[in-house]
């Protein structure tokens, strides 16, 4: 259904170099001010295109979003504690 994507963020030295990081993966933000490039590349071809990356001349760091290794599954697991303090807070009102 969905293909896995690894959020990077690339940092670079001008804005037009931007354009030349559309064939690694889809671009979701540019930032003006602190020149950096936020995008998406397909998870199967992460560890190639982070290389590839890193040898253009107009990228100064890549850093990769750790999103990918937390888990998003949560459960509806009330915590004891909270209870105890909602039912005495109710008893003695």
Do not use: C, W
Not at 6 to 30: E, M, P
Not at 41 to 61: G, N, R, S, W, Y
Not at 70 to 77: A, D, I, R, S
């Amino acid at each position: 259904m969905f293909r896995k994507r690894i959020g990077v963020a690339v940092y670079i030295d001008h804005l037009r170099s931007a354009k030349r990081l559309r064939r690694f993966g889809h671009i979701h933000y540019v930032s003006k001010r602190l020149l950096y490039v936020v995008m998406y590349i397909d998870h199967e071809t992460a560890e190639q295109a982070i290389e590839e990356l890193k040898q253009l001349p107009f990228v100064k760091d890549v850093l990769l979003s750790h999103r990918h290794e937390m888990t998003t599954e949560y459960t509806n697991l009330r915590d004891k504690a909270k209870e105890y303090d909602y039912g005495v807070l109710q008893s003695k009102a």
